[in-house]
Nanobody
């Protein structure tokens, strides 16, 4: 069974920085891509924040370009999100997302989510 767990959320002051982590646990699986999405207070949808592919390519949402950085460690099966120069609009529940598959049992990529971690930017 493949699972995702986020950590690192908390309270940070405007202009501050925070680093989130996500680890994928399980056996005999492959990762195609991992991403961070966030759900802002009062919103139903989860907004795209950042994505990294298995070959290291990255992409960012417009609102975080130049401030956030996504990185990954293939050996450790982890992905990180470094958040800098944060503003109150960054307040949200941040979710780790992964496209994974178990080659012995499936050919299609499966979309998995972590439980989310709360990030609050406030003075």
């Amino acid at each position: 069974q493949v699972q995702l767990v986020e950590s690192g959320g908390g309270l940070v002051q405007p202009g501050g920085s925070l680093k989130l982590s996500c680890v994928i646990s399980g056996t005999d699986f492959e990762i195609n891509a991992m991403a961070w999405l966030r759900q802002r207070p009062g919103k139903r949808e989860r907004d795209f924040v950042a994505l990294i592919t298995s070959d290291g390519r990255t992409n960012y949402g417009d609102s975080v370009k130049g401030r956030f950085a996504i990185s990954g460690d293939n050996a450790k099966k982890m992905v990180y999100l470094e958040m800098n120069n944060m503003t109150p609009e960054d307040t949200a529940v941040y979710y780790c997302n992964a496209q994974v598959r178990r080659p012995a049992f499936e050919t299609a990529w499966q979309n998995l989510w972590g439980q989310g971690t709360q990030v609050t930017v406030s003075s």
